[in-house]
């Protein structure tokens, strides 16, 4: 009997290398292409359980291998089961037996059910936590292992300059600087470190979307964007270019819009000369689900399918997700020398190469029990509740909050974001979730009467939020149902001594856009439908008024911060919302939270952000002044801290020199507290203009009653250069502001000099 010959590429004890090369020249040509293309739940039946039972079906979508399998709706067994069926028949019936990758949405929290829910993006941005961040993201990537996912389609590191964008929610906010910080936290979680490998309990993290997503013509999903190559390189890229630099991810993906005129799928300078060549990436470039699609039918710059394939794949888009519309024509466009065998050889070699790194012909299967146990982790369950914490900004407070347990023997409870719970686009469903209400109810304790009344609808083909953001079609409450509920809501806040409002959006207001049947951009953003309506009937009692908001982007609430004395920006908090609320609420939590966007009084007022140009938003408006409702790094706290001014170590530094100021912060206040530090600096006379103010520098402390710390920040070269006249990368000498303080209005902020000569 002849021993067995075991093949090189499957010989662990070899280099990854030398599998790889070996696998490589055994494949055919359809056999590679297969490797460039996803499956998609959503393409092939839904992946129903009589398919795995079906060999001839299974030949037909499994036979020539794959890339990745794309989400399926499932819970915690049947996706470790439908996983577990697909690889043994990659495996043991596939004349290779390659494996495939699976590929899932992790914005903030693995985004299927039985997985912890995290704040939103927007929201969790706002703790300004680095290492909150890479500890969320760590949770994320280890729920995702241990049900064999390998590929998260996260982070999101669009600088969002337009609010009416519905993806706003997705994003960090509106800077660059803050934006890059985090997603090199984000990134580090996910993969497990720096070093572009991914660990044991791990996923390789995506970029997204490369570039200008989130500053569309006219707020609208997909839309052109209209602006500068300095711009784009100021503002837009910067987030991507740290990233890169500082934390490897696996890779990136191009984004939907158009930059003059060029959609970046098909953007061979974007993807080509600045991705690969001037910043060095070695990763992957992964299409945008139907991205590729896009090119002929909505950009409609190429003229069929097969066009579109050979542009974007020469132009350096090598996989197709979610699924194999496009790029199934590449062996066609090979034997016709429209693209080139290196360039298909070199992506295969790629995600073989990742595939062997994951360790995937060795293990390729997962535990179901083992899934369930990480799932139900109580640590996972406690960062959760402490990323919510850290992400409600408080507003305003005119001495209302904390509430004093049994100060108030009834409070009301009211709004549609009271009961329901939204979570925010891309989200998971958890195991458990605690509501505002039930929350409050909780905490209030047995002296207090908690009061409930619906108050209005927002919409009403509601279920939750795994399911909401999905769904096409949106049902709007009718205006006489809802002037019901308000008459509702009066009754019974006119038999409570104080009332929580709880206003804000679902997931049919505001989430990903993508078709005409499909809508979620907003051209404004005044509270929707009858709230303002409930909010005016409510304040009219005269009671006192807690605002509690949840939503996806900022909110135009002018006449409510005047009227309430309590305004508290909660966002979507995820699965702990309504414990996280009420320890802020009563105090057993002190807010910390500071705004990663700039809220507008109108959408009439965009583009509306801090870091603006001395020629903007100097001038006010005939109906109102310029001025923000609230500002880009403003939140208050229940205790006071003071700043001393910044201090630099030298004055005067020479180009390329490094200069260190310092700020002396004390807690003035009675309570323990966590401050968020923020450093802006502005050059004052430049060849180009510069905005007013940029952020190159923050830290969170944490400080007890009359505790005093002084926070450090080094200027770094980097963080004084810009694009010049020249569009060269360089630092003008001349003088710097440096700011410090603790946002980034004026008020809050104390200066100093620095020369650079």
Known sequence: MKPKVTLPYKDAALPVSKRVQDLLGRMTIEEKTAQLMGLWNGGVEDFKPEIFDDPAKMKEIFGKGCNSVHPAPFGIKDTVRMRNKIQKYLVDETRLGIPAVFVDEGQHGMMRPEATVFPQAIGLACSWDTLLFEKVYGIVAHEMRSRGTHHALTPVIDVCRDPRWGRTEETYGEDPYLNGMLSIAAVKGLQGGDTGKVGKDNVAATLKHLVGHGESEGGLNQGPANYSMRVLRDYHMPPFKMCIDHAKPVSVMPSYNEVDGVPSHANRWLLQDLLRGEWGYKGMVVSDYYGVDHLFNKHVVCNDATEAAMTAFNCGVQYEFPQANMYRVLPELLRKKKIKREDIDKAVEQVLTFKFNLGLF????????????????????????????????????DGLLPLKKGKYKKIAVIGPCAKDLWFGGYSG?????????????????????????????????????YFNWKYDEIKFASRDENLKLIREAVRVASGADLVILALGENEH??????????????????????????????TALGKPVVLYLMNGRPLSINTLAEKVPAILEGWYMGQETGTAAADIIFGEVNPSGKLT????????????????????????????????????????????????PPVLKKKTIKKGETARVTVEVKNAGKIQGDEIVQLYIRDVVSTVTRPVKELRGFARISLKPGETRKVSFDITPDKLAFHNIDMKFVVEPGSFEIMTGSSSRDADLQKTILTVV
């Open 362 to 397: 060795e293990n390729p299967y997962v535990d179901e029990k083992q899934a369930i146990s990480v799932s139900k982790s109580l640590m996972h369950k406690k960062t959760a509740l402490k990323a919510a914490h850290e992400s409600v900004v408080l507003l305003k407070n």
């Open 429 to 465: 469903e958890p195991y458990e979730k605690v509501s505002l209400i039930d929350g409050i109810r909780a905490r209030a304790g047995n002296g207090t009467e908690v009061l409930f009344a619906q108050g209005c609808r927002l919409t009403i083909n509601t279920t939750v939020s």
């Open 509 to 538: 207001l505001c989430r990903e856009a993508w078709a005409q049947n499909h809508i979620g951009d907003n051209m404004t953003l005044d509270l929707f439908g009858e709230q303002g309506e409930l909010a005016d009937a409510i």
């Open 597 to 644: 966007i700039t809220f507008p009084k109108s959408a009439g007022q965009l583009p509306m952000y801090y870091n603006h140009k001395p020629s903007a938003q100097w001038q006010d408006y005939i109906s109102q002044d310029v001025k923000p409702l609230f500002s880009f790094g403003y939140g208050l706290s229940y205790t006071r801290f003071t700043y001393g």
